[in-house]
């Protein structure tokens, strides 16, 4: 027989895919692709829609910030790159009330701009303080001030009254809705005003003691803006230039990365579950094409076929069927991840700019491995049929697949999926544990089988059970193949179902709606009495209350630091600043102890954060010097705890384990949810005039609707990967047909009827499927906590009832896919089947 591979692949290619015999393989690469994609356009778009908007919250491409007025060299070095600059400065003073309207005083952070601020985003105002706003034309003009609506609530004035800074007079015209560069910085905490340049010297404010930040923004072209962030790094690092530092694009909205890395993660573990379900089905599809073709592939060897050429040309067939599916799934990847635009429309403030090629590329490599790594190996097995099998059917059946081809594939399906999950730990877990219940499944199916034949008496057990168990007994080795298949499907919808439900739920617990959304701090120690009273006169019933101590670094293990000791910028940073501090003998609720122990009333101990422990070197066991105004204090550090910041409760780096820190001055800080009660703020500001309130109500509000996005877009990649499921659990109890046809034809043969054959039927789907169930339940459970502790870092108890419902639902299942893959078994005529297997 003389005909090359690539007719032989071509025209097996064109009839398998009209005979439907390919249909199982394409629907399965297809979703995993689509799933994978649609999270690799989102996120490629995400990420260049978040960097873009960073410029903005910038407030330029990059940024100078320095203690000290702007060397004469950075401007000139940004003039001759062509670059747009922008100068402004800010820092704390007291603004007041003109006395005719009470004379108030209230702390701000005055902002004074130039006539080019910003160069990137743009300053929204509101004419009136409920006001949804709009995008502002320049800045404030001479003697005009813009104001957060916190001041005005400070200080009772009104928009068009007039507040004083320093020795001049301001007109309030607006009202400030969105600064797009305020950024996170304690001192934005107090309300701000806004006025123009040339007002500043008019004010008298800026004295020698004065603590004064000067902001250099530049914007231009690319490799301008690299070169001047080069250059001005260098000048940073070679003239060691105290307070000084080069900002870049991480500078943004620190309070809303951990959320945002968080929902990358959750969409990555649903697009991963896809991706593992549909490695299951290909494997499970293929084999059944595989045992399809074993008679073609004998009549092919009698007509002399070389084997090579027979390998070659299922080679040829599969690639091209791996180029059409992941063509497919690339092609509904790309018009899925628009549901995602659409469904976390917020995360960003603009449309996302295009996607790259990478998620086309990525989705076709991951579509080709999955194919030829879990749906080659059965199927280059029919080269090997013996020409014997044309006269004798029970020779030249498929054996197990090579254990070195096998594990290469797995090896590089596991390499595309951890690169895919963006996180190392994710991947592990999520790739790692798959592959360890893959094993468990089928080792405790084995065993169960055993165990199931040997439980069941023949003698007073119903007929159709003992059929049911004999079957399973009698194949072993198919027994187990199906409850390990199912079970894996069921541990990908299973954990699913707790990514869906109490996964989130957890997260949404981690930032819960009566989240503090006031911090207030400066409350002096003789006002703590009356100020808890008038917090719990307004309904606030649960507070936070901790002391506030101003702390600088001033030795580790007894030598002295200084900020040149520390190559990392943060670092150096930190130690240049100086600490809130905080004691309570009571080991704060979001505080979790990862190193050491939290002893109360432990003297001579402290206690650090555990990231910033890691970016200053420190250890268990190390003391610490901090000067507080002017008091020394040594203590050993005893445990590190890692601090949920996205708990928006009261925070602290540094915290001493006891109730009180003789001789160290301290003010007093709080953190509660205000009263719905129009006028709380105002009323207290008026009573503790000295104090700051910073109200967080916008920030909580936009990490609760990312939530809600979040939400929306997993239950939208939902559906692909419970398709994925659905046609793992069909290609597994399929899998089988041929050999429940030849044994159903045995027994109708000698007398069985058809119901009884249809409660055997029912019999032994259903204790696979409650099998499988309750193996991919507990391992489910496994994985799930694993993820929420290492991953998504909060705490998730395991229900019981997930091994109750998991077992259920897997018996359920299992029978709705018996009923649709197996319904045409029972009603093949015997002679039919007898035929076949002669």
């Not at 330029?60 to 004469?72: H, L």
């Not at 991706?275 to 059944?288: D, E, F, I, T």
């Not at 579509?367 to 199927?379: E, I, K, Q, S």
Request: hydrophobic share 55%; charged share 15%; net charge positive.
């Amino acid at each position: 027989m003389k005909i090359s591979f690539l007719q032989l692949g071509w025209r097996s290619l064109t009839r398998d895919l009209r005979a439907g015999e390919l249909r199982l393989l394409m629907v399965a690469v297809t979703l995993a692709v689509a799933a994978m994609t649609a999270v690799g356009f989102f996120a490629d778009r995400l990420k260049g829609g978040l960097q873009r908007d960073a410029h903005q919250l910038l407030g330029g491409d990059a940024v100078v910030v320095s203690d000290n007025p702007m060397p004469a060299s950075f401007v000139a070095q940004a003039q001759s790159l062509g670059l747009q600059q922008s100068h402004n400065l800010t820092f704390p003073t007291m603004a007041r009330a003109p006395d005719e309207l009470g004379g108030g005083l209230k702390l701000v952070a005055l902002k004074v701009v130039d006539a080019s601020y910003p160069l990137r985003g743009k300053v929204r105002v509101s004419g009136k303080p409920d006001g949804s706003g709009e995008l502002a034309q320049g800045v404030p003009a001479l003697g005009q001030a813009w104001v957060d609506t916190g001041l005005l609530d400070a200080l009772g004035l009104q928009v068009g009254a007039e507040v004083l800074l320093g020795e001049k007079p301001f007109r309030i015209s607006h009202i400030i809705v969105n600064e797009p560069d305020r950024g996170a910085g304690f001192m934005n905490f107090s309300p701000r005003v806004m006025i123009n340049q040339a007002d500043i010297e008019a004010t008298g404010l800026i004295q020698p003691a004065s603590r004064l930040r000067y902001r250099l923004a530049v914007a231009g072209g690319d490799q301008a803006v690299q070169a001047f962030v080069d250059w001005a790094q260098q000048q940073v690092n070679t003239h060691a230039v105290r307070g000084m530092r080069v900002e870049a694009l991480d500078g943004g909205r620190p309070e809303l990365s951990s959320t945002l890395a968080r929902a990358e993660k959750f969409l990555s573990l649903v697009a991963l579950l896809a991706a593992l379900l549909s490695a299951v089905a290909v494997a499970l599809a293929a084999r059944g094409f595989a045992a399809n073709h074993l008679d073609d592939c004998a009549m092919l060897r009698v007509l002399g076929l070389r084997q090579r050429t027979i390998a070659a040309a299922y080679i040829f067939e599969f690639v091209w069927v791996g180029v059409i599916a992941s063509g497919l799934g690339v092609g509904l990847g790309f018009v899925v991840h628009h549901g995602f635009v659409a469904l976390l429309a917020g995360l960003v403030d603009a449309n996302l700019p295009a996607a790259g090629f990478a998620p086309v590329v990525f989705g076709m490599g991951m579509g080709l491995t999955l194919l030829l790594a879990f749906g080659l190996p059965p199927v280059l097995q029919l080269a090997q049929v013996p020409p014997l099998r044309v006269i004798r059917r029970d020779t030249g059946g498929l054996k197990p697949a090579s254990a070195a081809v096998l594990a290469l594939g797995v090896l590089g399906f596991a390499i595309l999926l951890m690169a895919a999950s963006r996180d190392v730990k994710l991947g592990l877990i999520a790739v790692g544990g798959f592959a360890l219940a893959a094993l468990l499944f089928a080792g405790l199916s084995g065993l169960a089988v055993k165990l199931l034949r040997w439980a069941v008496n023949d003698a007073t057990a119903p007929m159709a059970w003992v059929l049911a168990t004999r079957q399973m007994a009698a194949r072993p080795a198919f027994a187990v193949v199906q409850v390990s298949s199912l079970a894996v499907g069921l541990l990908a919808l299973v954990l699913l179902v707790l990514v869906r439900t109490d996964l989130i739920s957890s997260w949404r617990a981690a930032t819960p709606p009566d989240a503090p959304n006031r911090f207030v701090i400066n409350v002096m120690p003789e006002q703590g009495e009356a100020f808890t009273q008038a917090l719990k006169n307004a309904g606030v019933a649960k507070f936070d209350w901790y002391p506030m101590i101003r702390g600088r670094l001033v030795a580790v293990n007894g030598h002295a630091v200084s900020p040149e000791d520390y190559p990392d910028e943060r670092a150096r940073r930190l130690v240049d600043r100086e600490f809130n501090l905080s004691y309570s003998a009571t080991q704060p609720d979001q505080n979790l102890v990862v190193k050491g122990r939290w002893l109360a009333h432990e003297k001579g101990a402290v206690s650090v954060e555990e990231g910033i422990a890691n970016t200053l070197g420190l250890a268990l066991g190390d003391t610490l010097t901090f000067d507080m105004g002017g008091v020394q204090t040594v203590s050993k550090i005893t445990s590190l705890r890692k601090v949920d910041w996205g708990s928006m409760r009261a925070n602290f780096f540094v915290m001493y384990p006891v109730n009180e820190l003789v001789g160290v001055p301290a003010t007093f800080m709080s953190a509660f949810k205000a009263p719905p009660a129009k006028g709380f703020d105002s009323a207290l500001v008026r009573e503790f005039p000295n104090i700051t309130s910073v109200d967080m109500t916008a920030t909580l509000g936009q990490i609760q609707r990312v939530l809600d996005q979040v939400i929306g877009a997993v239950e939208f990649l939902f559906t692909f990967t419970l398709a994925a499921g659905l046609v793992v659990l069909f290609a597994a109890v399929t899998a089988t047909r041929e050999e429940r046809a030849r044994e159903f034809a045995i027994m109708r043969a000698v007398g069985a009827s058809a119901g009884l054959l249809r409660q055997v039927q029912r019999f032994e789907l259903a204790g696979v499927g409650l099998l499988a169930g309750f193996l991919a339940s507990v391992m489910a459970s496994l994985v799930g906590w694993a993820l929420a502790r290492f991953v998504f870092e909060f705490d998730w108890a395991v229900s019981p009832w997930v091994l109750v419902w998991g077992s259920l639902a897997g018996a359920l299942l299992a029978l709705m896919a018996g009923w649709w893959g197996l319904r045409e078994v029972l009603g093949r005529p015997v002679v039919e089947t007898l035929r076949r297997v002669v």
